[in-house]
């Protein structure tokens, strides 16, 4: 079956550790995005990637860092940076053409201990 | 730059009543609007989605959204909820163009709660 794959499904981090998010897709597609997700305020962008070796930021990337080494893989490291990181993280992922619909993992949810 | 409103944070109705989720989006060119629902420490599905042509779009488990250009809206409706259709629902907004660099923007989603 082609979909998104995420994991850990739970991912627990110490104060001051890197961490790091999987998401693989086998959809063939182009463009990848990591969403983070705090209740009440959506989904809010991290980083996204249109293709391999090239990604951009979105609106709140301070904290994070990705590559994009193949197609069907996206990893998001949440460094020691990112000052509050307990969140539901969300990959997702599409075709290149802007009416595409997304296709989203079953998500990550991270916790400092 | 685009924006997505959803105006009520959360909706609690009773089951097989009729329920109304209202979007509003802000943009100067045309746009590709999307509605996704979310199940409890789930992904987002896809429910429907508008891209040209008929303004009455149907989707899955019964929704259907209407897009409105004039009133810049794309609400969700569904005549008869279930106990199942408890969830968050977000509307999104993608475009222009034809390349995937366009961004998917979020509403910050509502929750939709049924009453037995």
């Known amino acids: 079956d082609g979909g998104i794959t995420q994991s850990p499904k739970y991912l627990f981090r110490k104060e001051g550790q890197n961490v790091t998010l999987s998401c693989e897709q086998n959809l063939n597609h182009d463009a990848m995005y990591w969403y983070r997700q705090d209740p009440g305020q959506g989904l809010r962008l991290i980083y996204y990637?249109?293709?391999?070796?090239?990604?951009q930021k979105g609106d709140i990337a301070e904290g994070y860092s990705v590559s994009r080494e193949k197609k069907e893989s996206f990893p998001l490291t949440v460094t020691s940076a990112q000052k509050n990181p307990t969140a539901f993280y969300l990959c997702a992922s599409r075709l290149d053409r802007a009416y595409t619909e997304a296709f989203f993992g079953q998500g990550t949810r991270l916790t400092v201990v | 730059a685009q924006s997505v409103t959803q105006l009520d944070s959360q909706v609690p109705v009773f089951e097989e009543a009729p329920v109304e989720l209202r979007c509003n989006y802000s943009?100067?060119?045309?746009?590709?609007l999307f509605w996704y629902v979310q199940y409890p420490n789930q992904g987002l599905q896809l429910l429907l989605k508008y891209l040209s042509g008929s303004t009455l779009v149907k989707g899955i488990n019964g929704f259907e959204a209407e897009f409105n250009k004039s009133q810049t809206s794309f609400h969700l409706r569904k005549p008869s909820v279930h106990i199942s259709d408890t969830a968050e629902y977000f509307c999104?907004?993608?475009?222009?163009?034809?390349?995937?660099?366009?961004?998917?923007?979020f509403g910050s989603g509502t929750r939709l709660s049924i009453r037995p």
């Open positions: 990637s249109q293709i391999v070796n090239d990604f």
């Open positions: 943009s100067s060119v045309s746009v590709y």
């Open positions: 999104a907004v993608s475009g222009p163009g034809y390349s995937s660099a366009s961004k998917i923007i």
